[in-house]
């Protein structure tokens, strides 16, 4: 009996040191976890992250993806800056004679820029013309026949106005006038070297056009010219004519005229230029006006050179 129970308590102490064994083995594994995982938590590369602001301005949208912030500034736009063009001068053209035919109003469409177009009166194309250049935007005016000092050498055009005439005709011939062309802002001489150097007529033929509200271009075809000295007497609207363009239909020699306009308005700082409708002087103003209208020239009526 002592021998059975004494082989019962060895085996029962055995049993004990082997549980404290197992004890110690996991003890000792789980401090090695413990250790690699505090070592893992060292050495795993920690992703940044940006805090959210607190408060969503309009100029701030917030876009929030996976924990990440991301934000979006509004694209500021350049304020396009727009530098005015520095004019150099005011240039107004004048086309004389339109009415004998309709034959340059396709090529006239093709000048995109301001034209005054002095429109003879009784004529066959005159009220045609008139209409046609007031749906163009094209200033109008009447180019009237007056007297010339050589009458005997060149046609004169119908109804033209003589120093002759009594105040009443010329009154009746001018509104006549005014009848046929329509639109008309103002009256320019055609010929007229004897009619506008006789004040008596020139005078009768202003205060007819103040009565309408008209201005007075003198075309200057005659350099002892009293238009200027009536028209401030009567408080006439009034210009005069800088430079002929065509008087040779060369297109060489028209480019050079234009040339020289161009140094009348450097120096004055305008300046009114009259040509003929004639093809080549259409078509160099069609090449040479946008040029300059580029380079700093601007294009205008001439009811706004009026002085």
Known sequence: MPLFRHKRRRHKSSHGIKNRSNSFTIGFLSLILLFETILLLFL???????????????????????????????????????????????????IDDWGYNADDLEMLKEIKLPLTLAILPFRYYSHRIAEFAHAHNYEVIIHMPME???????????????????????????????????????????????????????????????????????????????????????????????????????PEYIRGQLMELVKEVDEKGEAIGIGHDKDNTLLILKETMPQLDEAGYEFVFVSELID
């Open 148 to 250: 010339p000092d050589d009458k005997e050498k060149v046609g004169l055009e119908p109804k033209t106005l003589m120093i002759s005439m009594n105040p009443e005709k010329i009154k009746t011939i001018l509104n006549e006038a005014l009848n046929d062309i329509p639109y008309a802002e103002g009256v320019n001489n055609h010929m007229g070297s004897l009619a506008t150097t006789n004040k008596a007529f020139i005078r009768t033929v202003f205060k007819e056009l103040k009565q309408h509200n008209l201005y007075f271009l003198d075309s200057f075809v005659a350099p002892d010219s009293v238009c200027r000295d009536v028209a401030k007497e009567l408080g006439i609207k009034f210009s005069r004519r800088s430079i002929f363009l065509d008087n040779k239909p060369d």
């Open 44 to 94: 795993i590369p920690k992703t940044p992250t940006t805090k959210a602001p607190s408060v969503i301005t309009k100029k701030k949208f917030v876009k929030v993806e996976a924990q990440r912030v991301i934000v979006k500034k509004p694209v500021k736009k350049m304020a396009q800056k727009i530098v005015p063009r520095k004019i150099k001068g005011k240039i107004a053209i004048v």
